[in-house]
């Protein structure tokens, strides 16, 4: 009798020629670019270093596409981007201590916006690992440790035979929900010695699925489809599981508003008779949230900026649908449904009754009529017109990043993303330096499209190095640099809160004469010339700068009131 586990994968005739016969001069970095490329990789971002160089001198043996950027931080921003924009586990190859250390930032980023990135780093030699203190170059006491509060695994590898598996299974957990980053580390001497371990010839994954508990979706659909004023809060986890048609059709079916956080952007349709948009930090929503006898909450952890800086209070029944088990009712109690955003919102297609409810469209109008009033009153004529100027320049289907700016806190309340997965920022860790580099990683992702990306002056001396990066790759990314003389949020919450700014102001370079230095085309424009100035840019081939000198204001919180 045959049982399933007696089954085996029979090598084929090329698997055991290569295997018997594999080419000379293969090294334990061979290894690793080869189970890259049998999990399916076909690019790969990073920096070369001293004890990584067994690992890039095996790129050069293999099919992989190379993206070096200039700082390890910006490199794994731009595997970020790749991450989100393909959905696949993006690489991103490292070296040992400072280099592997300057990548925190991005990957505390990735992993709190769910992005899958595989961080491969080399280590020193392997009698080094254990806390002995040899004084090797690079030398940490336990580099793992630095990394292990940030990814969501950790993976040492001390033989070249455990290369294979371990890059395997680190890529397993980048891509099961929630996704995110991962942390593989390989000593200089097994990545540098010869090998006799066979050339890797497969390597298929299968990330575990997260459907919903069946009893917690009868109870979830029985309390949706028996509410009188259900509504829908549609996070990142709704995008990244592209789920935005089922949610369209849940919504349509239960006649609830939905409105999307800011990692949600492009989850529901922007002008839809549901739509409540993304005008979280306005106390009109909130109220109307507050509200609702049954909230659906999908794909997110109602955290600090989804939730009106905390002074959201839910009054009626919440529902969660979360993938992250540490998210799921950590701000509020809820019906708690750990579970992929897709699977569960087939769930409920599947179980809710319909429910009819004429005045809903009605209601989600009086609320964003209540919205542009409050924004109209504050005289911010000018952050209005910039927005809406970028929205008219960006040509449908171009994706956009944004920094840390002013101008990107803006777009996360009033900013059309027009499509799932086609806006994104750095408000999940809220690091400086996100936006150019990211939309590098994005343009490598899909070429058909040009790519925005929009900083602050501050912001902008993150990145300048990767204008190098744009020029020699000859990426489509055009960039926008809104120049305020400093750090513009910065300054504004300094003033509101001590009546004058500190540390605020900055001494900057000439940006478009910095961005011809580098061979990439550069413009100062102005509010009235932004639209034509920037559409121009995008549709030309290549990377270009736009650089927009203008004093920006934020519209008035309603947390504080």
Known sequence: MTHDHDLVLRPTAAQTEAALNPPPGRNGGDLVVETLAGLGATTVFGLPGQHALGMFDALRRSDLRYIGLRVENNAGFAADAYGRITGEAAPLLLSTGPGALTSLAALQEARAASAPVLAISSQVPTAGLGGGRHGYLHELPDQAASFRGVVKSVHTVRTQS???????????????????????????????????????????TFPEELPPRPELTAVAADLLSRAERPAIIAGGGVVRADASKKLRQLAERLQAPVVTTFGGKGAFPWTHPLSLQSWLEDRHTTDFLEDADVLLVVGSGLGELSSNYHTFRPRGRVIQIEADLGKLESNHPALGLHADARLALQALLETVGERTDPAAPERVRAVLDKVRERIASQELTLEQDVLAAVRRALPPGAPSFWDMTILAYWAWSAFDAEAPNAMHSAQGAGGLGYGFPAALGAAVADPTHPVLAVSGDGGALYSIAELATARQYDLNVTWLIVDDGGYGILREYMTDAFGQPTATELTRPD???????????????????????????????GPSVVVLPAVLRMFAPTHLD
Do not use: N
């Open 511 to 541: 940006y478009v004469a910095l961005a011809e230095s580098f061979g990439v085309p550069g413009v100062r424009t102005s509010p009235k010339t932004l639209e034509a100035d920037l559409a121009k840019a995008l549709a030309a081939p």
């Open 162 to 204: 455990q290369i294979p598996s371990a890059i395997a299974e680190a890529w397993t957990s980048a891509l099961t929900v929630p996704h995110g980053p991962v942390w593989v580390e390989i000593p200089q001497d097994v990545l540098l010695a010869e090998t006799a371990v066979p050339v890797v010839t497969g390597g298929d």
